[in-house]
C-alpha cells in the first residue's frame, strides 16, 4: 500500500535500512520523477530541529561518490530526506554476488576515499564507510548513502575503508575483530594482485589497525599500491632497444669528421664545384639540377666577358696621353707604370709666391744598411739608389708642392730610422705650384 507524504511523495517500497531509520523507493509527484526518502522516527521536536539543521548544512555538498539530499521535512511522527534515486543495490545485497576481484577492489576504496577527503575539506565527516551504508552502482563504483550520521569508530576514516575492503573482498557483511583475521582471509581473498602489492597493503592495514595512519595517508598509499607493476618479477625489457639506433651513427661518424680533419683550402672556383656526388641525389633533385644548368652557364660566360672587357677598358685608358700617370711607384716590381713619366729637369725658378721655406737638400753620399736613408732633397732617381743602396723597396707619390719641382719633399718612414732588408719607404716628389 502506497503511503504519501503530504501531496508531493509518495513512497512505495523499502530498499534498505540504515543505522537510524529505513530507505524507501518512492515519487516526486510535483516534478513527475522518481526519488529515494530515508524516513527516521521523530524523537522529539528539539532534536527533529537539530536533524533538520544538520540535513541542510549537508544538503549543500554535492559529489557523484555521495547520495545527493534534494529535500527535507516533517511528516508526523517521522523527518523524511528526499534524495536522488540511484541505479544499482545497496552493497550487502551485492555482497555473496559482485565479481570484483584484486585491484578493482582496491580502486574502488581508493576512489571513495578521495571523496571523503573533498566531503572532509567542506567539513563533513565521521559518517560511516562500511558496508552496510555503501551503495554499489552498476559500474561497480561505492556510494555514501547517509553522511550526515555519525558512524561507530570502526566504521569511519581510514580504519572504516579497511574494514570495508576486507567486506568486498572476503563477501562478508562483518568486519574483521583483529588484525589476525584480517591477514588470515583478506590475502587470499584479493586474487590478482602481486605479492609485492599484497605486503604493501598487509603492512599499512596494520598500521591502520593500530591507528598509525590518517585518511589521506591511507589514501596516498593506496595510490602508490595501485602504481606498482603488475609483474615485478619479470625482467624489464625497454633498455635493450635503444642501443639498435645508436649502431650506424657510429658507422658514418668517423668518415664525417675525418674528411672535415683532411680538408685543405682551396680557392674559390674549386670550393664552388665541390657538392655532393650526384649519384645520391634523388631523382627530382638531379633534373632541376639539369634544367637550371643552361641558366648557369649563360650567367657564368656573360660574367667573365663583362670582367674581359672591363681590363680591356682599363688597359686602352692606361695607354691613353691623358691617361693616369700620379699613382704609386714601387721598385724592384716589373709591372710598375708610375714611372712611365720621365722625371723632370730641375729649373731655377723664383718662387717668391709661398711663405714656407724650402727645405735644404742634404743627400747622404752613402747608404747605411740597416738604417733607412734621408731622401728629402734629391730627385727621383737619386732617391730610388739610395733606398736600393740600404737594401729596401720603395714606392712614391707625385704631387703639388712649394718645393722644388722633381724633388722629395716628404718621406715615410722619417729619415734615420732602425729599418730591415726588404722594408718599404714610401717618398712624396714634388711637381711644382
Known sequence: ??????ERYVL???IHPLADGVMYAGKDLSLHRDVFLLMVEKSGDASSSDYLRVLGQAAQFSDERFFHILNAGLAENHVYTVLTAQKGTPLPAQLGRHRMRGIEIVSAVFDLGKGMQEAMEEGISGFSVTAENMWLTEDNRLKVMNYWSPGKLISR?????????????THSKQGPATFDQYQENVVPALTGLTSGQKEALLALS???????VSLSSFIFSLREIIALEKSPEAPPKAFVPPAAPKEPVRETAPPRIQYRQEEEPAPERVRRTEKPPRAKEPEAEVAETRERMPLRRTIWTLGTAAVVLLGIAVFMYMLLPGGPNKGPGSGGTAGNT????????PTPTNNTATPEPTPS???PTDAVPGQIPNLIGMTQEAAEQAVKAA?????????????E?????RQDPPPNQPANKGDRVTFYISKGQ
Request: aromatic share 10%; hydrophobic share 30%; glycine share 8%.
Open 1 to 6: 500500500m502506497e503511503q504519501r507524504i503530504g
Open 12 to 14: 512505495t517500497e523499502p
Open 157 to 169: 576514516g581510514s580504519l572504516g575503508l579497511c574494514t570495508l575492503l576486507y567486506q568486498i573482498s
Open 206 to 212: 596494520r598500521r591502520v589497525f593500530r591507528e598509525e
Open 338 to 345: 708610375a714611372t712611365a713619366t720621365p722625371s723632370p729637369t
Open 361 to 363: 737638400p742634404t743627400p
Open 391 to 403: 737594401g729596401m723597396r720603395y714606392s712614391y707619390f707625385i704631387e703639388p708642392n712649394p718645393a
Open 405 to 409: 719641382s722633381g724633388t722629395v719633399f
